[in-house]
């Protein structure tokens, strides 16, 4: 059974939130759809190398996230910031979120698809 996702603007808030709580920095680059827009999220690791995490579905339905690092994007930080870019231009609904934390950690509570 899916549930009813959040709002966007309040799943970005709880995010930022949870970032913060744990010492690290999250910014919003940029506001989306607030009721329904996707997220991407960029992590760097302030050493020049980041990730980037894009939402998707599950075979159940569920959403997860997955870390495009399974897809060859990064780790470079220049490489993802482009990545970064594209996906701005393309979707004006999308909010685009940078958490800088030198462990590398997302703060997502929903599954991630990861090469590690």
Do not use: C
Request: aromatic share 6%.
């Amino acid at each position: 059974m899916m549930m009813e996702r959040l709002p966007t603007k309040l799943w970005v808030e709880a995010l930022v939130r949870r970032a913060q709580v744990a010492g690290a920095a999250a910014f919003v680059l940029q506001k989306g759809d607030a009721e329904r827009g996707d997220v991407l999220i960029k992590v760097a690791r302030l050493d020049g190398t980041a990730a980037v995490y894009v939402p998707s579905m599950n075979m159940e339905g569920e959403r997860i996230f997955i870390d495009l690092r399974v897809q060859g994007i990064g780790p470079e930080e220049a490489t993802v910031d482009a990545h970064v870019r594209k996906a701005q231009d393309r979707d004006p609904d999308l909010w685009a979120i940078e958490i800088e934390d030198r462990d590398g950690r997302h703060f997502l509570t929903e599954h991630v698809d990861s090469p590690e």
